[in-house]
């Protein structure tokens, strides 16, 4: 499996701001927010992508999913956010592991760029 950024943070080589963490999955602040709160939500197991997902992975995905909303009552997010999985090149994905952005704190507009 090809190693990213994201695997070094998850064997804790690199630093990070980390927000939660369970068995499973890991949730950090991006580097580069996007909005006041801008947290990144990974799987450990390395998917590249949603798009290499695989049923197997149904139960882990269901998972972040539920960590989003975990970390968004954690921050504070009670009037509403935003989460999004860029999926390959055209959706503008640069880290080729498996992340979902939480981003709130500011109104989001649509449709996003
Ligand atoms: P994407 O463009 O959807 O693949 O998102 C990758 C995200 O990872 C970007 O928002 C980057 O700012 C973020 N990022 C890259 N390296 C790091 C890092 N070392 N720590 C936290 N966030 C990072």
Redesign the pocket.
Known sequence: MSET??SK?IRKE?P??IVYEDDLALA???????APV?I?IIPKKVIVSIASATAEDATLLGHLLLIVKKVAIQEGLENGYRV???TGED??????HL?L?LMGKRLMTWPPG
Do not use: E, K, M
Request: proline residues 4%; negative net charge; glycine residues 8%.
């Open positions: 950024i994201f943070i690199i990070a701001d950090f602040r991006d580097v580069h927010p996007q801008h990144l999004v999985i860029n959706g503008g994905q640069t880290v080729f992340h952005h």
